[in-house]
Structures are given as structure tokens and as C-alpha cells.
């Protein structure tokens, strides 16, 4: 601020117009939805760790 701490606070208060918001409805991972994410994703981060291994293997 240009005046430093001793003006904090002692303009007039600027505000903007309101705003309209909509929150969209909650979409929550059910017992059946997360099964598939919890074996699908440590298979894929390990076909890229055996891949990376792999691929340094070879060149070296």
C-alpha cells in the first residue's frame, strides 16, 4: 500500500456488483466406482515404471 500500514482500513469501502452462483449437484465415488480406480491405477503407474526400467536397460 502506498501509505503503509498507518492508512489500512480508512478509505471508503470499494464492493463489486453480486454475483450469481450455482453450485452443481455433488457426485460422490461410490464403494463400486472406486474399486475399478483402485486397480486400475497402480497397474498403470507399474506398466510405466517396467517400461522406463525397460527402456534404460536397452540403451545402456
Known sequence: MTGGD???GT???VVS???H???AG???LTAGGSL???????????????AARYRI???S
Open 36 to 50: 475399478p480406480v483402485a486397480i486400475v491405477v497402480p497397474f498403470v503407474l507399474g506398466l510405466v515404471a517396467a
Open 6 to 8: 498507518s492508512t489500512a
Open 57 to 59: 536397460r536397452r540403451t
Open 17 to 19: 456488483k453480486p454475483v
Open 26 to 28: 455433488k457426485r460422490t
Open 21 to 23: 452462483v450455482t453450485v
Open 11 to 13: 478509505g471508503p469501502l
